[in-house]
């Protein structure tokens, strides 16, 4: 009897082996090294206790950067979720065949298999203000063209609009399999009643699927703070620090500055503000009580 209650805990191990090594060590280890001052080219490390955090927070870029995750976690929640859910209610919430269905799952789905960096360099040349789409197709309607990633004022907002439509359809397809598990007789019951369509959506079938709706908003909002390829494939930050980021910071403070210690320091404010978050969301909606 004991042995077959040690087995699933015997399967469980190398899943729990593999993330303590991978996730949690790296984790605390990074903290640690956010207290020193590190270089790859020196093996040697001198404590520096908070300094690294007190240049992190004085930073000029610091306010940009948390402007620019801010306003991409926002428009995300509000575009890729909010707009992913309605597809995901026309897509199972309406009179479709069910092939039809299917089609139009794959369809939106497919772009989130695109190359980010394939998806950045291809924006480049839409944006680009001599042979861009944009400015072309102004140029038709005889409007003037802008410098798209060149302007301080627009570039982020770029950024944010050519990311928008790659991972909406990711969330419509979680969105599909949480309201495909809603019971028919919900829904039936309430068209007898005389429920249309809409009321429907908002009083049956989002609220039974408002855990699937929670983890989708916190994806978003961990992406969202994780944002880096589409920046650094498009401005790299500029111009000027308009379009700078945590993520690209990181990058750009570990491997151009050689400066490891405010990396570090820039992983631990990534790791804090997405997990706050996260538990903010989950104790603002109640999240596993019922």
Not at 29 to 55: H, K, P
Not at 91 to 113: C, D, H, Q, V, W
Not at 263 to 274: D, L, P, S
């Amino acid at each position: 009897m004991k042995t077959r209650k040690c087995v699933p805990y015997l399967y469980m191990l190398p899943g729990l082996i593999m993330v303590l090594f991978f996730v949690y060590i790296p984790v605390f280890m990074n903290i640690g090294y956010s207290f020193f001052r590190l270089s790859s080219y020196s093996a040697g490390a001198a404590f520096v206790g908070l300094d690294n955090y007190r240049r992190f927070f004085m930073d000029e870029a610091f306010p940009i950067m948390l402007k620019n995750n801010g306003l991409y976690c926002i428009i995300s929640l509000i575009v890729q979720v909010g707009f992913g859910t309605v597809l995901a209610l026309i897509i199972e919430g309406t009179a479709i065949a069910k092939k039809l269905k299917s089609i139009y799952r794959n369809i939106y789905f497919m772009p989130s298999l695109i190359s980010l960096v394939a998806v950045g360099l291809m924006f480049t040349f839409i944006y680009d203000p001599n042979v861009g789409f944009l400015n072309a197709l102004l140029k038709a309607l005889h409007l003037p063209g802008k410098a798209w990633l060149g302007d301080s004022k627009l570039a982020i907002y770029c950024i944010i609009a050519m990311s928008q439509w790659q991972f909406t359809g990711y969330i419509a397809l979680l969105m599909c399999v949480a309201f495909q598990n809603v019971p028919e007789e919900y829904s039936e019951a309430a068209a007898i009643d005389g429920a249309g369509p809409v009321r429907r959506a908002v009083s049956i079938l989002i609220p039974q699927a408002k855990e699937q709706l929670l983890v989708c908003s916190i994806i978003t909002v961990i992406g969202a703070f994780k944002l880096y390829t589409e920046v650094y494939s498009t401005t790299s930050g500029g111009p000027g620090n308009s379009t700078q980021v945590l993520g690209l910071f990181l990058y750009q403070q570990a491997f151009l500055h050689d400066d490891l210690g405010m990396a570090a320091v820039t992983g631990v404010f990534i790791f804090v503000i997405t997990v706050g978050l996260s538990v903010l969301q989950l104790k603002v909606t109640n999240s596993g009580k019922d």
